[in-house]
């Protein structure tokens, strides 16, 4: 496996007369038996701990060897072997921080948790707070608060697992390009102009003490790499969480977040882009949206004959708001029951005592005030589903743009990976009557959960991870849909249910009339 | 020649929708096409000043890249090329620093300076300073005073090469392993204790700013790696300096500071070892003694018939005292005036008026009061010349014992390489009249000076020699004399002038009477 930081045991000769080798140049000659014959490279402020923890421990015990691209670091001394041997991987979302603690030596999970981002205080999204970077001690600021929320998250993660965090002994951090700035303290200026340029895309790993976290300050601190503004770490892990880069069958990875990103390819090619078609669906664009969590309306099925609707939410609690799958379904089964038309458009005398009219138009009503949380019924107007037919345009312009550059055809894809709370939640059948993914059978769809996440663990654990990372960044080719031309043409076509041309979806009726 | 920090002139394509590559990972692969296809790393905390830079410079301009063992790091980035590049090599000797500036784009020096080294003041011998170094703080203050010493020369060439401090993109430092030691802040318990082992001998390069220097922070600091705690960095400087480690002839390496270290060999092979000879010839012991420098008696020369003595000084100033050259021209003089006997003792009535009768007992008068420049006589008494006749006979033993262990013959040896001031004022035939230098041809004697500092400039300017150091600490062979038999054996032997085995010395006249 090799994980990012190693534990080596070692036996070194004592020293004497005959062999008066250096303390540290012999602990370092015996690990190079264990390192390929390759010396390992001792920080300077490290060098007098690691010689003197050897010499104290009879010179033998467990060298610290951090495995680094630039070679192996030697940045500890332990007499004995600890129980374990922590770190922690981290997504880092635009809205909410994600982490996992892992044993190095074992792989095993020790613990978890998930906190807001500290940042949301300065900005809701990543375009406010790219804003609020250029004022006044802004980025500052910016970097303050995600470093002291991955730290309080440390710390937390740390005591449900019963260590110190000075144990933990490496990080990787999985995150959008903005929120990489962010957390290295560069400038996010360029990210949002043209040509949308990052400062960095694959950061070397820098120590935790560079960057005032809280844990060990030799810990290595591997950030994923980045393909572009608006491609970031994130996916990268997708990526290596789906293998996607190494079947011989071509495959998709969507992730809808902020941004819609998507990459396509196999272990020959691998091209991707990204768009805005995500707002809408993750729940900052509808009014009575919200995020996928506990008391969203995460699904809706509406029975045609009766025009009764049911709902589930979200650990199964009253209802506080729908979330992007629970909008889906909406939508769709609102198509269906032919209560909206093809263009989206609430068709007035339809959807019985549901539909009503309110100062900003008609909205359906999902879940009457006696059901839901607050006591506020659950409501989607005309404004939420003429967002949700953007973002569903948009994803599915996006997805054929991008299909169509490499020539290949929906029904060629092997999988479509879908990340993240949208992928967990979204029911594929409803987002295909919609138009919003293509007309494709059910198995080829499979959720991946939190990839992001799951590709950090995994850079954490395996070398050959962290290896596809550095080499991923230079296989994408990377297609700039802010200036496509054929994107917007497809744009358009993609703003009916399901589509313009219905032979697109044969599988989803199709209704002539408005 | 491949310098320690090279400027890369770089010309990148400027970013474009079409080439969405981050601004450090553009510039890092324009730089590794210069590179041997390597990319090189950057440390964290110049990541946003090396990107910012280059943008700043249209994307075009001079890479400030260290060639560092682990592989080249990019540290900076300039708009325009600097007319020098200048970095500073140091001889961290125990009593004095002599320093040098050089234009690493020309090798050209650009000032030189020369100090004395400010731990003095914690112990005027390296012995005392690892003694104080255990005291409370003991261990810091030295260090702070080797820091304050470099840190106030480097102030004074800079000032002479009218440069920043700034400006200085690298150091070198080849020195004593103690000095070292002291330099890094690693503690010297163990290198006085058997079996003398330091904490390291080959630290990797770190950076100026971690050690406090006020020379650019991510200037490399390029130790000299040292052998054992009597075989420091300076010996390996004087093997690059000397080349004794390329060539196919046997040649022999000298130098008396302190201790006496030897290394014998050739590109095949490398054995050193070192001992205590240097104090009567350094200036530590005479009476009278003195470090060559100006008004020191260098040469000393007599006429037996006569009786007159004549000398010269340093600097052709009043005489203050006397230095190890001079110690031995007088003493090789005494015995061919027979003066002394062999075994370096006053003979009674001999000298003239000369030798005069003191509380100590009997002396030499070198300068009457009148010529002196203090108006006390130089002399030098029957102590001084038993410590001479101590470290001659251990010098001599140390040659014989090391080319012994080998099978190689003294005249075998194609050159004895001189380094320091020893080297440059001895005269080799009254040495080898003392019996202190084998009785080989003046034509193999050659003094290389401060071979310590030159063997520092090298390593600032070529590549190939930052690698001869590495390879040197894994080629030697350290032959420890502390515990070696035949030493012992040898040192009795040598106690005479010129040997009790005068065979050994066929061109120094024999007197059997005492």
């Excluded at 370092?28 to 490290?46: C, D, N, T, Y």
């Excluded at 060990?216 to 608006?230: L, T």
């Excluded at 550059?405 to 879908?418: C, E, N, P, S, T």
Aim: aromatic residues 6%.
């Amino acid at each position: 496996m090799n994980s990012i930081v190693q534990l080596i045991n070692v036996k070194a000769a004592p020293p004497s007369l005959n062999d008066n080798t250096a303390d540290l140049d012999r602990l370092k000659k015996v690990l190079a038996e264990q390192l390929a014959g390759v010396l390992p490279i001792v920080p300077f402020s490290r060098l007098a701990k690691v010689a003197t923890r050897f010499r104290d421990a009879g010179f033998a015990g467990m060298a610290v060897v951090n495995d680094l691209p630039g070679g192996p670091q030697l940045v500890d001394f332990m007499a004995e072997p600890p129980a374990v041997l922590p770190a922690m991987a981290l997504d880092l979302g635009t809205t909410h921080l994600e982490a996992v603690l892992l044993d190095l030596l074992t792989g095993r999970e020790l613990a978890r948790g998930y906190r807001e981002n500290l940042q949301v205080r300065y900005g809701a999204d990543i375009l406010s707070r790219i804003h609020f970077a250029v004022r006044d001690n802004g980025l500052q600021l910016l970097h303050d608060a995600i470093i002291s929320c991955i730290n309080s998250l440390t710390v937390e993660l740390a005591g449900q697992a019963d260590l110190e965090v000075n144990d933990l002994r490496a990080l990787s951090v999985s995150g959008n390009t903005t929120m990489v700035h962010f957390f290295l303290g560069l400038d996010p200026y360029h990210l949002i102009r043209e040509p949308y340029i990052p400062m960095v895309n694959g950061p070397d790993p820098c120590r935790a003490g560079e960057l005032d976290l809280v844990i060990h300050p030799f810990a290595p601190v591997w950030i994923m790499p980045s393909i572009g503004s608006y491609f970031g770490g994130d996916l990268i892990s997708g990526i290596l969480a789906s293998d996607l880069d190494q079947n011989e069958q071509v495959s998709m990875l969507i992730d809808v977040g902020t941004n819609a990103e998507v990459v396509v390819g196999n272990r020959d090619w691998l091209i991707a882009c990204a768009g805005a078609a995500g707002p809408a669906l993750e729940g900052g664009v509808a009014r009575m949206g919200m995020r996928a969590g506990p008391g969203a309306i995460e699904h809706v099925a509406l029975d045609v004959a009766s025009g009764k609707i049911s709902y589930s939410t979200i650990a199964g609690i009253k209802p506080k708001g729908i979330c992007g799958s629970g909008i889906i379904d909406l939508v769709a089964a609102l198509y269906l029951a032919r209560i909206i038309d093809l263009r989206g458009k609430f068709r007035p005398g339809h959807g019985s005592d549901r539909l009503i009219e309110t100062k900003q138009g008609l909205a359906y009503v999902v879940a009457v005030a006696d059901e839901s949380a607050d006591g506020h019924p659950v409501i989607v107007g005309q404004v939420d589903l003429d967002a949700v037919m953007r973002s569903k345009a948009a994803m599915y312009s996006i997805l054929t743009t991008l299909v169509n550059q490499v020539g290949v055809k929906f029904a060629d894809l092997h999988r479509i990976y879908v990340a993240g709370a949208f992928g967990r939640h979204i029911d594929p059948r409803q987002a295909i009557v919609l138009g919003m993914l293509p007309d494709l059978p059910m198995e080829v769809f499979e959720p991946v959960g939190n990839s992001s996440l799951k590709g950090a663990c995994q850079v954490l654990l395996v070398r050959r991870d962290r290896e596809r990372c550095r080499e991923l960044i230079a296989r994408i080719t990377y297609l700039e849909l802010n200036v496509n031309q054929e994107f917007m043409l497809r744009f358009s076509g993609a703003k009916f249910i399901p589509h313009t041309d219905h032979a697109l979806f044969p599988s989803v009726p199709f209704f002539s009339e408005n």
